[in-house]
Nanobody, 126 residues
Framework: QVQLVESGGGLVQAGGSLRLSCAAS????????MGWFRQAPGKEREFVAH????????YYADSVKGRFTISRDNAKNTVYLQMNSLKPEDTAVYYCAAGPHYLGSDYYRGERYNSWGQGIQVTVSS
């Protein structure tokens, strides 16, 4: 199992940018698919972005498409989420998650991921 630790969150004004990082410890990081999810107060957890083990495939929620970019550096055991043009509705606790080598069309389903970080707060002020 892999352990995940997020960093890079904080407070930013609307229109600003943040880059989240998720550092993984444990073996075989490069074999995991990775995802970012978020949960706003009073709302259910929602899918944000996914990247395959090889970085060939990426998927995004419609609400972040064109503004967020997921990437990974397998040599550094780290996955990133670059967030641009942030909006107040992006305010949430963001979680990274590691999933099995292949998720196929289940990439957006949180229950298919095996390991989760502790989460990090992102607050966008208007």
């Amino acid at each position: 199992q892999v352990q995940l630790v997020e960093s890079g969150g904080g407070l930013v004004q609307a229109g600003g940018s943040l880059r989240l990082s998720c550092a993984a410890s444990g073996r075989s990081f490069s074999t995991y698919t990775m995802g970012w999810f978020r949960q706003a107060p009073g709302k259910e957890r929602e899918f944000v972005a996914h990247i395959s083990w090889s970085s060939v495939n990426t998927y995004y929620a419609d609400s972040v498409k064109g503004r967020f970019t997921i990437s990974r550096d397998n040599a550094k055991n780290t996955v990133y989420l670059q967030m641009n043009s942030l909006k107040p509705e992006d305010t949430a606790v963001y979680y990274c998650a590691a999933g099995p080598h292949y998720l196929g069309s289940d990439y957006y389903r949180g229950e298919r991921y095996n390991s989760w970080g502790q989460g990090i707060q992102v607050t966008v002020s208007s």
